[in-house]
């Protein structure tokens, strides 16, 4: 499992945070650890999903996200 952090803009309450979250479970080998307001910590099992696929599954809930760095 690969740790990822992600930075997320437009997401401004709690239906965002649910919003995000259900999208980002429904992805095969992520195990959601954190959402809030502009940001998720998951882990991510690399042999079955992507950077770019959480990404997309984000940009498909209707928010921008990009790899936090550092």
């Known amino acids: 499992m690969k740790s990822v952090r992600l930075e997320i803009e437009g997401m401004s309450c709690q239906m965002c945070v649910r919003h995000v979250r259900s999208a980002l479970q429904d992805l095969p080998g ?16 690399p042999q079955h999903v992507s950077e770019q696929q959480i990404l997309e599954a984000v940009r498909e809930a209707g928010y921008e996200a990009h790899v936090a760095t550092g």
Do not use: F, H, N, P
């Not at 650890?33 to 991510?44: I, N």
């Open 30 to 45: 992520v195990a959601v650890q954190d959402v809030e307001v502009g940001s998720a910590r998951l882990d991510a099992d």
